[in-house]
């Protein structure tokens, strides 16, 4: 590569000139207040989970999510607590250079690795891995060491110095190329590339000042999106080495002299849009945006001007690691804040005008101020009663059509030419630039709320005792509730795109043709009486911001005898007190309250799509808004006055989050007590110290999940859903708090599932889950029910069998007495038997004899069958006096008792 140094003229300081605001732009400190271990930040990364890692200077690392600082020292097995670099390899591990050496950590536990094990002595102060998970280290004056992992417990480690070829053995940065080369910027040895080969290296060559360069202590290296790199040096700014094309080889330097205002680059970024970011040593945060420098220093809002480390995490929010002040976060150039300390007379600004120059003026309860920018530099200037102004109790600005500026004081009026008005300073006579107006001039109330100039160049004054129109700037005329007013306190005033004049007061609004003035209030369904502020859509509609009511809408095209409709209060906006309205576009209503301001979208309807609120945690850090302090500038600037200042809001350079935050389960406790569950558990979910197939006795069923979703954009605003399958079919509610109670779980098997959801609505596609069961006791297992069972069962043959042998038992004893009594029977039915057999003898001799009848009756027979032994009938037959006597007769009774009778 053919080195060749291009030294900068004047042609290229007209091409990148420095530029410096004097505002407060939107810088994020996070110091040991905020939880961080220590406040000087060496190094910064993120890794593939989303989490932020912070190298401090004694304090160990840190650990960050947007809201929560996790600390890692010595204590934990971390190898030294000065941490001057950090890389994620391509497994995910968290490699961590300290000046004991360097420490791996891989979501568990940290392996440490020092000049022992063969790592250089001093600090180790960057990091690069090649391919084959070789990782290299560059160390404070110890070369540069090869790191290869080959087993959990053990690494083989190699050191290159200057013997090897190196041309410094002080590595301030690494940097891996698109061919897989190193670059090294070293500590008075310039540039030296190597080129990893098999197990070793190889030194390709080195670029010194004498090649080109203009400092040969080398301190950060950065790539941008045409492969060019960039060099940050000790003495002599940072320079930008093209690497491709025509021009490969030429050198490029930035320095005090044309555009960079530190000669010392601590670190170098190339941003996702290829804006350069530079951290120096006294010149706070630089960035090199289309050719331009811009500057951010401790008068732009930046806590330190001392940048240690630069970094753009992946929504492109840059982040600054400082020497004292801690983690700063960039939140980008949408808003910029005036104050006193910029030059304000009063941070209370009730209004902002641009005039026909672009001029900004700016009324407070002090006076009024012009802001303008010369060269992009903010100046300001202050003017009140003693340069003429009537007072300085300012509440209202409005611009004439012919260029004059009007002013609503609590004494009166005042107008000023500001092509004419210089400071008081430069005047050699004490000449007043302004013309003033009270009761005295015929106004109505010398307590004006709200100026206007309509098309016509007539002033409208709304006071608060009644409506002053002045015209030609001599007559003053007056209307109140006797001329058929709604209410003489006046709040804002408008004119329409028809002519129209347009009053917001206390007891509704009203509108003049300057013939007739007509009333509205909740007849026309204007359901509240305190009217802040007026606005007009492109459409002609006006839109009223009320007072404890929300907003409504004025439809000036229908006819319906209500033309006035309830649009929306807090349940989309942050307050139901509006005190300014202004549209931003045809589709977008900017809504200013005492809680920040929203951005009400419509589709082409006028339906509403959408609310986007803003606060402190969005960068709009006067957050009360003044009563109609809003102005949209030339440039489609949004300005609002506030209790704190003025802010500008652009929103073209408003970067909108679109990535949904990244969602982890981070703890889960039992009885909201901490577990160590590395130490309970047989194994533990890397990164997260959650239990892996976890499994939980009976009693253990009180469960609190704890969460984080991590969107650095804006993680003040980050909300979550969440939802327990096994126990619920539905989500929660969105909620702010990022943890959630289950208790008295019965024994079943659960998952915990969890979703979060950004500033501007965006939620996890899927959620993030963890699933557990909860055992039964043992009197609710299967093998409790089982066993049961078996149990009842032998019980219940065994009762039988029981019962069977008893019955058996009983039956013998049973038949054997039934065989005793059947023989005790049968001998004593033998007994009767004989005596009724005997009587059966005595029968039949008493009975006539069968011969005597057959002598008398040939063909005669006698049937006589007793139905037992003897017979309870019989017969009998006799003969007398040459007669016969025959007789069958029955006794009572049958048998053997018949027999006996």
């Known amino acids: 590569m053919n080195i060749r140094s291009i030294y900068l003229s004047g042609f290229l300081s007209l091409l990148v000139s420095l530029t410096s605001f004097g505002q407060r732009n939107n810088f994020r400190a996070f110091t040991h207040e905020d939880g961080l271990t220590q406040s000087t930040v060496y190094a910064i990364i993120q890794d593939s989970r989303g989490y932020l890692w912070l190298g401090t200077e004694g304090g160990g690392i840190s650990k960050f999510d947007g809201v929560n600082f996790v600390e890692f020292n010595k204590k934990n097995g971390l190898g030294g607590n000065i941490v001057r670099s950090i890389m994620e390899d391509s497994k995910g591990n968290i490699w961590i250079g300290t000046e004991a050496g360097v420490s791996v950590y891989d979501g568990v536990g940290f392996k440490s690795y020092t000049p022992e094990d063969g790592l250089p002595e001093g600090a180790i102060m960057c990091f690069q891995e090649t391919d084959g998970n070789i990782v290299w280290a560059g160390s404070a004056g110890g070369g540069l060491a090869r790191i290869e992992i080959v087993s959990k417990d053990s690494a083989n480690i190699k050191l290159y110095t200057h013997y090897d070829g190196l041309s410094g053995d002080f590595i301030f940065d690494l940097y891996r190329d698109r061919q897989n080369r190193l670059w090294l910027g070293t500590f008075a040895g310039g540039i030296c590339i190597v080129q990893p080969q098999g197990d070793s290296m190889v030194v390709l060559r080195s670029i010194k000042k004498y090649d080109g360069i203009p400092s040969d202590v080398i301190l950060s290296i950065a790539e941008d999106e045409d492969e060019n790199l960039w060099f940050g040096t000790y003495n002599a700014g940072a320079f930008k080495l093209i690497t491709h094309g025509p021009d490969s080889g030429k050198i490029i330097s930035y320095n005090l002299i044309n555009g960079i205002n530190d000669n010392r680059v601590w670190s170098i970024v190339v941003d996702f849009e290829g804006t350069v970011w530079f951290g120096t040593d006294e010149g706070g945060l630089n960035k090199l945006e289309n050719g331009r420098f811009t500057a951010y220093t401790e008068d732009e809002g930046l806590p330190v001007n001392q940048v240690l480390c630069v970094y753009e995490d992946d929504n492109g929010t840059i982040w600054a690691g400082t020497n004292g002040r801690g983690l700063v976060k960039f939140n980008g150039n949408h808003f910029a804040h005036y104050s006193e300390k910029d030059g304000l007379s009063n941070d209370q600004i009730s209004d902002i005008i641009q005039d026909k120059m672009g001029n900004y003026w700016l009324s407070s309860w002090d006076g009024l101020t012009r802001l303008s920018f010369i060269d992009n530099v903010a100046r300001m200037e202050t003017y009140s009663t003693l340069d003429g102004l009537i007072d300085n109790n300012i509440k209202s600005l409005t611009l004439a059509p012919d260029g004059k500026i009007w002013i609503a004081t609590d004494k009166g009026i005042s107008t000023f030419d500001p092509e004419k008005i210089r400071p008081r300073s430069d005047d050699s006579e004490n000449t007043s630039y302004f013309r003033n107006y009270s009761d005295d001039q015929g106004l109505i109330d ?33 209307i109140n509730e006797n001329q058929g007013l709604i209410n003489n306190e006046i709040q804002d005033i408008m004119q329409d795109s028809e002519g129209n004049i347009w009053f917001a007061t206390m007891g509704g609004i009203a509108r003049t043709d300057r013939k007739t003035m007509v009333s509205f209030d909740h007849e026309e369904g204007l359901n509240e009486k305190f009217i802040n502020s007026l606005a007009e859509d492109v459409n002609g509609n006006i839109w009223i911001g009320t007072f404890g009511g929300g907003i409504y809408k004025f439809d000036v095209h229908t006819e319906d005898s209500m033309p006035i409709s309830f649009i929306t209060d807090d349940s989309l906006l942050s307050s139901n007190n509006v005190y300014s309205l202004v549209f931003q576009d045809r589709n977008t209503l900017i809504v200013g309250t005492e809680k920040g301001f929203d951005k009400v979208m419509f589709d082409d309807n006028q339906n509403i799509l959408k609310v986007k609120r803003y606060n402190s945690s969005d960068g709009f850090i006067g957050v009360e808004n003044n009563q109609n302090a809003i102005y949209r500038d030339n440039n489609s600037s949004i300005w609002f006055g506030t209790v704190k200042g003025a802010t500008r809001y652009d929103p073209s350079t408003e970067r909108v989050n679109s990535e949904a935050p990244r969602t982890h389960i981070t703890s889960l406790k039992l009885f909201f007590e901490s577990v160590d569950w590395v130490s309970k558990w047989d194994s533990v979910i890397p990164w997260f110290d959650l239990p892996g197939r976890l499994v939980l006795p009976y009693s253990s069923n009180h469960l609190t999940f704890e969460y984080t979703g991590i969107s650095y954009n804006n993680p003040a605003k980050v909300f979550y859903k969440f939802r327990l399958d096994g126990l619920e079919s539905s989500w929660s509610p969105q909620r702010k708090e990022a943890e959630a109670i289950y208790s ?24 993030t889950s963890f699933s557990f069961i909860i055992s039964p006791p043992f009197w609710q297992t299967w093998w409790f029910y089982m066993l049961c069972a078996f149990v009842t069962v032998v019980g219940i043959i065994g009762f039988v069998k029981a019962r069977e042998k008893s019955l058996m038992k009983e039956k013998a004893i049973l038949e054997h007495k039934v065989r005793e009594r059947t023989k005790e029977l049968a001998e004593k039915n033998k007994e009767i038997t004989d005596s009724i057999n005997y009587a059966q003898n005595i029968q039949r001799a008493i009975l006539p004899s069968i011969n005597s009848i057959e002598k008398a009756y040939e063909d005669s027979f006698v049937l006589f069958k007793p139905r037992d032994i003897v017979s309870g009938d019989f017969y009998w037959y006799a003969e007398q006096d040459g007669k016969s006597y025959l007789a069958a007769c029955d006794c009572t009774g049958h048998g053997v008792p018949g027999a006996f009778v």
Not at 745 to 760: A, I, K
Request: glycine share 12%; aromatic share 12%; proline share 4%.
């Open 446 to 478: 010398n307590a004006v709320n709200s100026i206007y100039v309509d098309f016509e160049g007539r002033v409208w004054c709304g006071t608060r005792g009644g409506i002053s129109m002045l015209i030609d700037e001599t007559e003053f005329v007056n």
């Open 744 to 767: 008295g779980l019965t024994p079943g098997e659960y998952t915990f599932n969890v979703m979060s959801v950004n500033e501007n609505g965006i939620w996890n596609k899927e959620p």
